[in-house]
């Protein structure tokens, strides 16, 4: 089991920036898979940025260009930089991870609770 805890969230300006924070409760190097999705109020939820084993990075199309994925791996957390926010950027953030339980288990995809992000004037 993996718990996932999201902060970092809030109000900001058009043209302002956030960090989002992410801290898992198990060494984040042994994961498949983390990162960022988002839900957007009345629509499906869609990718922001994930980084899988290897250290490969798929950003969603929204995002490029003006989001950042990172890790800290001491510190179990992964981070999303947003640059240059968008009103249409408004929305939850879910914090993600991917896990097969050390190869031993089919891989199980996990949750945060979710970090509201709004974006206005």
């Known amino acids: 089991q993996v718990q996932l805890v999201e902060s970092g969230g ?3 300006q058009p043209g302002g920036s956030l960090r989002l924070s992410c801290a898992a409760s198990m060494y984040i190097f042994s994961l498949n898979a983390m990162g960022w999705y988002r839900q957007v109020p009345g629509k499906q939820r869609e990718l922001v940025a994930v ?20 890790r800290d791996n001491a510190k179990n957390t992964v981070y999303l930089q ?7 950027d408004t929305a939850v953030y879910y914090c993600y991870a991917a896990y097969d339980g050390g190869a031993i288990d089919g891989e199980h995809d996990y949750w945060g609770q979710g970090t509201q992000v709004t974006v206005s004037s």
Do not use: A, H, W
């Open 51 to 70: 980084i899988t084993t290897g250290g490969r990075i798929n950003y969603g199309d929204s995002g490029k260009g003006r989001f950042t994925l990172s």
């Open 10 to 12: 809030g109000l900001v």
């Open 82 to 88: 947003m640059n240059s926010l968008k009103p249409e």
